[in-house]
Structures are given as structure tokens and as C-alpha cells.
């Protein structure tokens, strides 16, 4: 059995970034949750021009060096510049320009005064206090210089991101393909869950699961339904997903039971298996193997080892393979606090399933109540952290810090 750190080691080794004919264009409107092929550079100045942060006066500091409410300079207002208006005159000794915010600084002036500190009087304005030198300017290139690196490639494109790009004036974005990600579960109890329920039958929730995890991490589902615990339709179907698909993830059938044909399937394929057995609860029967255009993941039947198995060991991998750079493979992994005793048998790292809560402004992990099972799916509902209890460590005390995954 391997550790969970051997896995994940071995798992990511074999996992290679996307290629060059991944790359795709897609509209900026349709960018959210893509990732980045090519660095984007912009050919424009952020500002793009000296501009007012506040509304008020455009003035020389020279000239307003000395004054206050006491002794106010009185300048002679030239123009008024509203945003997007481009200034037709210089600022000369003596004169100011009314400007807004966001509206461009005329030439000659270096200094804006907020209207609070100002008092008008006709076509003239009273300061009635000494800025700073160069006080509400944003300058030309302050943020950034065209030219500059803006976005790498390899991050995902969230709203901020969106942003830079639409102020870069990118609407056409070079992503990487969405990876496909083929999905199989196996088993002669499962019914769909339209299908009417039977002694002994069970619905399958491992597909829509997967299925929902595939889309929020930005991927595409092939759904290859359900397929009986019988030898040969399995290895037709796993090797039509093969095909169809870049990754493709199992359920069941990779244990020890007569009915767990996974992994001979796999070798017989020609798989190349490098995983059978990793020592974390649930998740045991954990199988990975490599095909030469396909990873394979089994993952364990019970809807909990299988959520787990694949935040733990398959989404760093997917992350990998879909072009993210290395510092967003994860695991993430946060300390918190307990304010429950956590227990675990020891032997294997363990997962324990709760919330995430702010309780007096500090992060606490609350284990969810019910059944720790790993075949009960119901109090997985509405949680969004693994708890995990290293190999060895069979108890946290109340009040402990412990090592939480964040998960959905
Ligand atoms: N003698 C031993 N028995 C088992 C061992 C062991 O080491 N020795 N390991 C146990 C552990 S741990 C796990 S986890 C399970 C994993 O078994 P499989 O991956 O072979 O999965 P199945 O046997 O096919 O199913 C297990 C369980 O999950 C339910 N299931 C399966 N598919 C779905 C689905 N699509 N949706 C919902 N539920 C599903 C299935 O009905 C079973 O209850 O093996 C233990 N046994
Ligand atoms: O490891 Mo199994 O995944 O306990 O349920
Ligand atoms: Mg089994």
C-alpha cells in the first residue's frame, strides 16, 4: 500500500501539461474560468493619461504652495475639463482648470485640489489649504507600462482578470482547450436515477457527482453511463472511453471482491498500473494507470471515497493536465482549529468531512454530524472541508489545530 504522498507523487509525474494544438481562442464574453495559454502583454499606458482622482481644481503647486484658509490664493479658472474631454489649454501662473474625476490633467498643472478645499468666486477659485505636491494625480504608466507583462499563462481567468483583459482591448483570449474527462460507473446494483427502485438496487449518484465536479473545474464530461459488473462489456467500455476521452474516471469495481474488475481490465488493455492500494481512508483501492494518450483513475464505489479520492489525488492531476501553473495544482492546505475531538484509526491518513465556520472571527472546522461513513453520502451535503488526520495520529483534542483540505 502506498502512502498518500507516494501516490500523489507518483500520480503527478505522469501528468503532462496540455500541447501547443490544445490552444483555442475564445471570446472574452465566454473567458470566466479558462485558462490562460499565452501571456498577454498591452500596447497602452495604465493610465493611460495623468487624470484627476477627485473632482475639483487643476492648479500649478507652485502657486498654492503657500496658501490656507487663512491667506487663500486666488487663481483664475481657465477651462473645465470633464471626463473624457481632452484639455485645449495650458495651465499658466496664476490660472486652474475645474476638472472631475477620471478627466485628463491639462498641461501645466501638476497638482489637483479637492472642491471641499476650495471656495468659488465667479470665474475665479479661492484654495484654502496647501496640498500636496502632485496631491490626486494618477499618472500615466503608474500601474503598469505598455509593454509590460499584464497576465501569464497558466492561471485561471476569474473576474478580475476579465477585467485587465477588456482594459487591454483583448476580446478574442488564447485558452487551453477544456479537457475531457470520460466517466464510467460500474456496478449490476445501479439504476439511473429516472429508473424505479428495486430490492437491492441503488441509484447511481458517482456520475452526476463527477459530473458536477468536472464542470466546476472548468472541464468537460463525457458521460458513459453505467455498466454491469460483467468482464467484457466493461473492457469494451473502458476501452471506448479511452478513446473518447483525455482523463477518464471509474467508480467501483477496484477492491478485492470477485466482482472488481478494474484493474485486470486495465493490464489487460495494456495499462500501465501505478497505483492499486494508497493508505487513506476512505479511499483505500485508490487505481491510477497510464495509457499513451489517456489517464485512467478507478476510484473507489462509495460515493464518499470517491469525492474524496478525486478532490485528494485527481484534481491536482486535472489541474496539471489542463495547463495551470505548478503553485495551483494544491492540495491547498489550511491549520485550523477544532473546536470538536477528531478521531481516526491511525493507520491510514484519514478524512473526516465538515464545515468551514467563522466563529468569533477566528476559522474553526465543524465536523459534520451523522455517519463518518464512507458510503453515506447525505451528511456530505452542505459541508466544504476535509478534515485530515495524518497516519499515526489517532486523535486532535478539542481546541486542536488540524489540517483541513477546502473541497467543491
Ligand atoms: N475484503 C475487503 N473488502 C473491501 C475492502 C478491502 O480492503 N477488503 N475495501 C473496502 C473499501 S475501503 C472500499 S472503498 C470499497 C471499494 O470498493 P469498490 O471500489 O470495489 O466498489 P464497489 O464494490 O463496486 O462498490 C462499493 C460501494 O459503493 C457503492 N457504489 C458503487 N458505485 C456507485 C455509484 N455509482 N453510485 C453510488 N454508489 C455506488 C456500491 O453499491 C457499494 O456499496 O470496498 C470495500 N471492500
Ligand atoms: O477506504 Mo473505503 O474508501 O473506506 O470506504
Ligand atoms: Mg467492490
Known sequence: MLSAQAAEAIILEQVGPPHQQDIELVKLSEATGRILAAPITSELDFPHWDNSAMDGYAVRYADVAQSSAE??????????????????????????????????????????????????????????????????????????????????????????????????????????????????????????????????????????????????????????????????????AIAKALLSADIVLSTGGVSVGD???????????????????????????????????????????????????????????????????SEFWGPEWWRVRSPMELRSGGKRETYLWGNLRSVNGETQFILAPGSQNSGNLINLAQTNALAMLPVGQTCIEAGEFVQILKVR
Open 71 to 236: 491667506n487663500p490664493v486666488t487663481l483664475a479658472v481657465i477651462e473645465e475639463i470633464p471626463a473624457g474631454y481632452c484639455p485645449q489649454k495650458t495651465i499658466a501662473p496664476g490660472q486652474a482648470a475645474r476638472i472631475f474625476t477620471g478627466a485628463c490633467l491639462p498641461a501645466g498643472a501638476d497638482t489637483i485640489v479637492i472642491q471641499e478645499d476650495t471656495q468659488p468666486d465667479g470665474d475665479r477659485i479661492k484654495i484654502l489649504t496647501t496640498p500636496e505636491l502632485r496631491a490626486f494625480v494618477r499618472h500615466q504608466g503608474s500601474y503598469s507600462r505598455a509593454g509590460d507583462p499584464l497576465l501569464p499563462a497558466g492561471i485561471s481567468l476569474g473576474v478580475a482578470e476579465i477585467a485587465v483583459l477588456a482594459a487591454a482591448k483583448c476580446v478574442q483570449v488564447p485558452v487551453y482547450a477544456k479537457l475531457k474527462v470520460g466517466l464510467i460507473s460500474t456496478g449490476n446494483e445501479l439504476i439511473p436515477p429516472e429508473h424505479p427502485i428495486a430490492p437491492g438496487k441503488l441509484v447511481d449518484s458517482n456520475q452526476y457527482a463527477l459530473a458536477s465536479w468536472v464542470m466546476q473545474m472548468g472541464a468537460e464530461p463525457v458521460i458513459l453511463g453505467i455498466i454491469p459488473d460483467e468482464p467484457e462489456a466493461l473492457k469494451t
Open 259 to 325: 466482482y472488481d474488475y478494474v484493474g485486470q481490465i486495465l493490464a489487460d488493455l495494456g495499462g500501465e498500473i501505478l497505483v492499486n492500494s494508497v493508505a487513506v481512508k476512505p479511499g483505500k483501492p485508490l487505481t491510477f494507470a497510464t495509457f499513451p494518450h489517456c489517464l485512467y483513475f478507478g476510484l473507489p464505489g462509495n460515493p464518499v471515497s470517491a469525492l474524496v479520492t478525486c478532490w485528494r489525488f485527481v484534481q491536482p492531476a486535472l489541474r496539471k493536465r489542463s495547463g495551470l501553473t
